[in-house]
């Protein structure tokens, strides 16, 4: 840009706003849109390389080294732009060397380089789109930028290999083998607050390195990814070196597709003990995450997170969410202990994995009520599981409650194994306004087994009734008792072939998506035409729609842009995925402008 030019109006934004504007196309289009970004001004390179190196959300995607020599330099820079690469090596490299006091050499201390757009010594931006065997090789010193170690705050490595962590790190991961790292005393740096750790497998050896590492540190945000577990003992040694810093603790299986094979039978025996114990004194502790636990511990370790000495203050528990086994009706304890919470959980989420006709009944007897939001997913639903589901009602602040069951289709069921009546919904609070019953209600057999006088809470404004068979006659029965400050109304995923109308006048969002049964609707305009005036949002994806629908989707977007409240917001319709709509068409239905 020419200096005598004025700045263009983006180019005079205050720097704060740029390193929003920087943090907004690193969320959107990742860190190879932001070094285009960082390249299109010089007031946008400081903030983009900043957000570049400081972000935490941005994983430390490293190369190992440069090019080969026998590698074409514009295909390596095509494929690792945006990326970080270590040990870089220039023809024309000046290092420093070591002092004699052995510190760390200004080599070492730029080892690390962020990979911009290829450009030549010109210093021109070089087209990588065309053949890359013809283009002019881009010049090292213009297309990348030397990163100081003590600039980057999220390290990502891989054990055993570079185990050298950098000063200014605060977000670290490691992966593989612990086994391998022998008796090294690595320790974890006090910079160091969220840490993310791979165990692969938990033997005496890992469990020996990962203690010197974690045990003294101050990491206040810890995850630890176990892919085996083959003594329940292993694991509770390992519980026994968290460290007393923690506001975060989640615990996952690496491997989600191998389920629980890798873990011993007995897991939780001895270790649930040695985890609630640990918890207990986790003073700073908010959220906590464990996905492989046994019903028998869920009493210790609930005890230890909301039994809390009157005496002594702690911040209420902002998330706990579990994954719970249920191997056999012995695995669940039968007269638990349930202490007295003097600490409420904000936000609980429970899931079962059990054997079919498990008594989940009696393990969701042993939650406490949460104060914000509930979510359980259960394998089947049945009325045994209603009356101890029902207390975790009892909060007057519960906002959210979420019911799942199997994300399959259900068997239809006559009678079905859960009666509508029996959630007493009506012993929800005031304050609810988002509910989710998904894959739990009795398809076909709601108006049967449901009474007259039921209803859904009035102050819900979310509803999401997806994956629940539900036929046109369950809407029939539904739609007199739709609430009536509903704003949104998911049904995706269902068998009705017509969506019963009215609706509430309040409704802003309508999602009918995944319903092929609305095929053979004989008179779609009977609710296309009945739309609410304020809908904002209609989704008919993937519903097997005729053309004859296209027409009267554009009418319904039309007529809603007329509409005296509307200011010409025309209504939103996503209805890809209808073969037989025109392309045109679908793309008109979403187009800002009509």
Not at 294 to 308: D, E, K
Not at 351 to 364: D, E, K, T, W, Y
Not at 397 to 416: K, S
Request: net charge positive; with cysteine.
């Amino acid at each position: 840009m020419n200096h005598q030019s004025p700045w263009a109006p983006i180019e005079r934004l205050p720097p704060a706003v740029l390193h929003r504007l920087s943090q907004w196309i690193l969320d959107r289009g990742g860190r190879r849109s932001l070094v285009h970004f960082a390249l299109a001004s010089s007031r946008f390179f400081a903030p983009s390389i900043w957000r570049s190196i400081s972000d935490p959300s941005c994983e430390g995607d490293f190369s190992s080294s440069g090019p080969h020599a026998n590698d074409n330099l514009a295909a390596w820079w095509k494929s690792l732009m945006g990326m970080f690469t270590v040990d870089l090596k220039f023809p024309d490299a000046k290092h420093e060397t070591a002092d004699n006091d052995g510190d760390v050499t200004m080599a070492d201390s730029w080892a690390v380089h962020l990979i911009l757009p290829a450009r030549t010594a010109e210093r021109q931006i070089i087209d990588l789109s065309g053949r890359l065997d013809a283009l002019e090789s881009p010049a090292p010193k213009w297309s990348t930028i030397p990163i100081p170690r003590f600039q980057l705050c999220h390290v990502r490595v891989d054990v055993p290999g570079s185990l050298s962590i950098w000063p200014a790190c605060r977000h670290l991961e490691i992966r593989g083998d612990w086994d391998d790292l022998g008796p090294l005393p690595i320790l974890c740096p006090p910079t160091v607050k969220n840490l993310t750790l791979t165990v692969y497998p938990v033997t005496p050896i890992a469990l020996a390195a990962i203690g010197r590492f974690i045990l003294h540190s101050a990491v206040t945000d810890l995850t630890l990814h176990i892919a085996a577990v083959p003594s329940d003992e292993q694991l509770g040694a390992l519980y026994e070196h968290l460290p007393s810093t923690l506001v975060a603790l989640r615990i996952i299986p690496h491997d989600t597709e191998m389920g629980f094979a890798r873990f011993a039978v007995s897991l939780g025996t001895s270790s649930g003990p040695i985890l609630a114990r640990v918890l207990a004194r986790l003073v700073h502790l908010t959220t906590f995450q464990h996905e492989f636990l046994m019903p028998a511990s869920l009493p210790l370790i609930f005890g230890a997170l909301t039994a809390v000495p009157k005496a002594e203050w702690r911040p209420p528990m902002r998330l706990v969410k579990l994954r719970v086994r249920l191997l056999s009706p012995d695995c669940i304890p039968k007269n638990p202990n349930r202490p007295v919470p003097t600490r409420s959980i904000e936000h609980l989420d429970v899931r079962f994995i059990s054997f079919r006709g498990a008594s989940c009944g009696r393990v969701l007897a042993l939650l406490p009520a949460p104060t914000r939001s509930l979510r359980v997913i259960l394998p089947e639903w049945t009325n045994e599981v209603a009356a101890p589901l029902v207390q975790l009602f009892g909060s007057p602040t519960l906002q959210e409650v979420h019911l799942l069951g199997d994300a399959m289709l259900r068997v239809i069921q006559n009678p079905p194994g859960l009666l509508v009546p029996s959630l007493s919904l009506y012993r929800l609070r005031s304050a609810l306004t988002t509910l989710t019953l998904t894959g739990c209600l009795p398809s076909r057999l709601l108006a049967k087994f449901t009474d007259a006088s039921w209803t859904f809470p009035p102050t819900i404004t979310q509803l999401d009734l997806s994956m629940n068979g539900l036929l046109t006659s369950d809407l029939a029965f539904l739609n007199s008792r739709w609430p009536p400050q509903l704003q949104r109304l998911i049904l995706m995923r269902n068998q009705f072939h017509a969506v019963i109308t009215p609706l509430p006048h309040s409704l802003r969002v309508l999602n009918v998506a995944q319903n092929p049964a609305m095929r053979e609707d004989l008179h779609p305009e009977r609710w296309i035409l009945a739309l609410p005036p304020d809908l904002v949002e209609l989704n008919v994806m993937m519903c097997q729609l005729p053309t004859s629908v296209g027409p009267l989707l554009l009418r319904a977007r039309e007529k809603s842009g007329q509409h005296p409240r509307r200011a010409r917001k025309w209504l939103q319709i996503w209805a890809r995925g209808n073969l037989e709509i025109p392309n045109d068409v679908v793309k008109a239905l979403f187009d800002e402008n009509l």
